[in-house]
């Protein structure tokens, strides 16, 4: 069975950064995409952006339409772990940020039902 804990969140004002992490443990075998969802108080989870897991050099990203430029995924195979790189964070940014795993491919377009594990969620709060 495979472990996600997330970590990085915090609270910022607007225009900040911030860096969040989701280390994965355990069984991590067949494991295709990671993924990054956020639930803002009051509103469905949504996507936010996947990569391939482990996948090769390539950069195996995709993110949801209205965070691209923003935001950026990467990954540390090494460490089992991905990253969250959040950059100019609005206050509609505030949310619970959840990292997930999947083995099946439509995940990595953002498919929350693909993925079968998600970690704790690490809560990010901007200040405008």
């Known amino acids: 069975q495979v472990q996600l804990v997330e970590s990085g969140g915090g609270s910022v004002q607007a225009g900040g950064a911030l860096r969040l992490s989701c280390r994965a443990s355990?069984?991590?075998?067949?494991?295709?995409?990671m993924g990054w969802f956020r639930q803002a108080a009051g509103k469905e989870r949504e996507f936010v952006g996947a990569?391939?897991?482990?996948?090769?050099?390539?950069?195996?990203?995709n993110y949801a339409d209205s965070l691209k430029g923003r935001f950026k995924i990467s990954k540390d195979r090494g460490q089992n772990t991905i990253f969250l790189q959040m950059n100019n964070l609005q206050a509609e940014d505030s949310a619970i940020y959840y990292c997930?795993?999947?083995?099946?491919?439509?995940?990595?377009?953002?498919?929350?039902?693909?993925?079968?594990?998600w970690g704790q969620g690490t809560q990010v709060t901007v200040s405008s």
């Open positions: 990569i391939v897991w482990p996948g090769d050099g390539s950069d195996g990203t």
């Open positions: 997930g795993r999947s083995k099946i491919a439509s995940a990595w377009y953002g498919t929350s039902s693909s993925y079968d594990t």
């Open positions: 355990g069984d991590t075998s067949g494991t295709f995409v």
